[in-house]
T-cell receptor, first 115, second 117 residues
Framework: AQSVTQLGSHVSVSEGALVLLRCNYS??????LFWYVQYPNQGLQLLLK??????LVKGINGFEAEFKKSETSFHLTKPSAHMSDAAEYFC?????????????FGAGTRLFVKA | DARVTQTPRHKVTEMGQEVTMRCQPI?????VFWYRQTMMQGLELLAY????????DSGMPKDRFSAEMPDATLATLKIQPSEPRDSAVYFC???????????????FGPGTRLLVL
């Protein structure tokens, strides 16, 4: 079965600093990988997704993630944090071993941005 | 700008009462998901439908929860009777799935915040 692990339930960065949110997946076959963001009192929205094309995926709001098969990782980065990036971020995996159309979500990482 | 809508946005009820939550998926989407989010358990998949047929409801307590899609524009999640432990935010999401099982992007509604006293 596929699963996803997000390292760190909370991450705090200063405004302008690099954002790095870690995600590792377990899968015996190439998966589809996603990052979603949830702002307070809202539903989740897609930041970016990997579907076996380019390993470096660019998303909205300046975020990007790199699929590294050798490390089974899909870490999310942004060169310079902005106050508006404060939110909860979810890594997710889907594919043949998640039961058809299911997407398995990680526990989430809450990002704090300090002025 | 197509969006998933959910009603009500907030619901406060007493233990034992029936709760019905409604979701209107994005027009043309063929997959609908129901999730529950709590601080302790995170985001849990309760059930999902494809082309209005239930594909998996293994995450849902069968004795009190039921999910249906009366038509392509409406999905409902009912809790009867409700209990305090059901207090959570319930999200509906829709997507456009393909027959090959490729994972589609899910579009989430704003959620229904349920409090059972």
């Amino acid at each position: 079965a596929q699963s996803v692990t997000q390292l760190g339930s909370h991450v705090s960065v200063s405004e302008g600093a690099l954002v790095l949110l870690r995600c590792n997946y377990s899968s015996s076959v190439p998966p589809y990988l996603f990052w979603y963001v949830q702002y307070p009192n809202q539903g989740l929205q897609l930041l970016l997704k990997y579907t076996s094309a380019a390993t470096l995926v660019k998303g909205i709001n300046g975020f990007e993630a790199e699929f590294k098969k050798s490390e089974t990782s899909f870490h999310l980065t942004k060169p310079s944090a902005h106050m508006s990036d404060a939110a909860e971020y979810f890594c997710a995996v889907s594919g043949p071993n998640t039961g058809g159309f299911k997407t398995i979500f990680g526990a989430g990482t809450r990002l704090f941005v300090k002025a | 700008d197509a969006r998933v809508t959910q009603t009500p946005r907030h619901k406060v009820t007493e233990m034992g009462q029936e709760v019905t939550m409604r979701c209107q998926p994005i027009l043309g989407h063929n997959t609908v998901f129901w999730y529950r989010q709590t601080m302790m358990q995170g985001l849990e998949l309760l059930a999902y439908f494809r082309n209005r047929a239930p594909l998996d409801d293994s995450g849902m307590p069968k004795d009190r929860f039921s999910a249906e899609m009366p038509d392509a524009t409406l999905a409902t999640l009912k809790i009867q009777p409700s209990e305090p432990r059901d207090s959570a935010v319930y999200f509906c999401a829709s997507g456009l799935g393909t027959s090959g099982g490729a994972a589609e992007t899910q579009y989430f509604g704003p959620g229904t915040r349920l409090l059972v006293l």
